[in-house]
T-cell receptor, first 114, second 110 residues
Framework: KAGVTQTPRYLIKTRGQQVTLSCSPISGHRSVSWYQQTPGQGLQFLFE???????NKGNFPGRFSGRQFSNSRSEMNVSTLELGDSALYLC?????????????FGPGTRLTVL | QKEVEQNSGPLSVPEGAIASLNCTYSDRGSQSFFWYRQYSGKSPELIMS????GDKEDGRFTAQLNKASQYVSLLIRDSQPSDSATYLCAVNIRDDKIIFGKGTRLHILP
């Protein structure tokens, strides 16, 4: 079974720009969660999508948004980029059946904001 | 109180010894607990999950859960240099969110 894929793997943007990241989950998985990882804050939960609906949301500003398509692929968008948005963005896929729902991570997208 | 807490380390353990990693959580209603390993520059990979009080063993790894004390730990027996990584504890909390601790850096000394 193919794993979770994320594109692009690396991205360099400047302040004020916007960016869209993509995640394709493991085949058959219906839930996609997004995380931001920085050295100081660790892994922080952004949001989770299940069956094209946002099911959970973390404490991030509205500049961070996402969506999920009917094939479970998900995109995350960050508008008006700030320097502090530089991070590793990870998506995780799961079957979507909490609480015993195991997440599997993609390789991540490394975003650098200049 | 933070939702999931781990000692940041680094924890240095001689090769062949037992490494013990600890995690505490604040939500008494949590039902699922996970340990992930993350090598530098890579994404987290699942080591094991545990749902019931007691021990769960998988090869050299043993997860221990004590819901009364809100404590979960990971033991690594016969530590190898390849075990050097950051270990992340993850807990499902209210609303079924999965929250991660900041991780413990483990360094196995050859």
């Amino acid at each position: 079974k193919a794993g979770v894929t994320q594109t692009p793997r690396y991205l360099i943007k400047t302040r004020g720009q916007q960016v869209t990241l993509s995640c394709s989950p493991i085949s058959g998985h219906r839930s996609v969660s997004w995380y931001q990882q920085t050295p100081g804050q660790g892994l922080q939960f952004l949001f989770e999508y299940f069956s094209e609906t946002q099911r959970n949301k973390g404490n991030f500003p509205g500049r961070f948004s996402g969506r999920q398509f009917s094939n479970s692929r998900s995109e995350m968008n960050v508008s008006t980029l700030e320097l502090g948005d530089s991070a590793l963005y990870l998506c995780a896929s799961s079957s979507g059946s909490p609480p015993r729902d195991t997440q599997y991570f993609g390789p991540g997208t490394r975003l650098t904001v200049l | 109180q933070k939702e999931v807490e781990q000692n940041s380390g680094p924890l240095s353990v001689p090769e062949g010894a037992i490494a013990s990693l600890n995690c505490t959580y604040s939500d008494r209603g949590s039902q699922s607990f996970f340990w992930y390993r993350q090598y530098s520059g890579k994404s987290p990979e699942l080591i094991m999950s545990i749902y019931s009080n007691g021990d769960k063993e998988d090869g050299r790894f043993t997860a221990q859960l004590n819901k009364a004390s809100q404590y979960v730990s990971l033991l690594i027996r016969d530590s190898q240099p390849s075990d050097s990584a950051t270990y992340l504890c993850a807990v499902n909390i209210r609303d079924d969110k999965i929250i991660f601790g900041k991780g413990t850096r483990l360094h196995i000394l050859p």
